[in-house]
């Protein structure tokens, strides 16, 4: 995939950068770009972004469009399969060519990653009984029981409760403040009255 250019080497540039055309087809790559991301040559850079991140790339990665130092946040996936949030800067020239610069901000993705694991597992263990099968009635759940549901919501908002400021540098607080709103209404604990 690596090309040698006039006045570039790309194996001294230590970022990931591509060289596209204005359809994003790969032309070159940095020797960081083909470790990281394993580009092929000729293959769209659309192929390299996560399904969710490809029609905001088509959008804003346009000769033309947007600033020219403005970033572009898109998922890529990686050599190995991973999911990395990385800030896109393109810069078109007037051949309609263009050099896409990725900046990696997988710390944060990673972090985040790790904390929903460890929340996804501290939930399991605390998942409700096979047994939850409730009369028609009306009547109220065992004490003990109630208490157990309590105990895993307020388990479950200190665990939410970590993420915040994640969420928040993300800009997905908004998902995560309904969902608290929604643990918090506990109307569970209206059936105990």
Not at 45 to 54: A, Q, R, V, W
Not at 74 to 100: C, E, F, K
Not at 154 to 182: H, S, T, W, Y
């Amino acid at each position: 995939m690596k090309k040698i250019g006039d006045t570039l080497h790309w194996s001294t540039i230590p970022a990931a950068l591509f060289a596209v055309d204005a359809s994003l087809r790969l032309l070159e790559a940095s020797d960081a770009a083909i470790q990281l991301f394993a580009p092929v040559m000729n293959a769209s850079f659309l192929e390299l972004l996560d399904p969710g991140s490809i029609v905001k790339a088509r959008r804003l990665l346009v000769p033309g469009s947007g600033e020219p130092h403005q970033a572009i946040e898109l998922n890529m996936i990686t050599a190995q399969g991973r999911t990395m949030l990385v800030d896109v800067y393109p810069r078109w020239h007037s051949d309609g060519l263009g050099w896409l610069y990725c900046g990696v901000k997988n710390t944060e993705l990673e972090r985040i990653e790790l904390r929903i694991g460890r929340m996804t597992n501290l939930l399991k263990e605390e998942a409700l009984p096979a047994q939850t099968v409730r009369p028609l009635h009306g009547s109220r759940p065992p004490r003990d029981e109630a208490a157990q549901l309590r105990s895993r919501i307020e388990v479950a908002l200190e665990l939410l409760e970590m993420l915040r400021p994640d969420l928040i540098e993300l800009g997905k607080d908004d998902f995560l403040n309904v969902i608290l709103a929604q643990l918090r209404a506990e109307p569970h604990r209206d059936r105990e009255s």
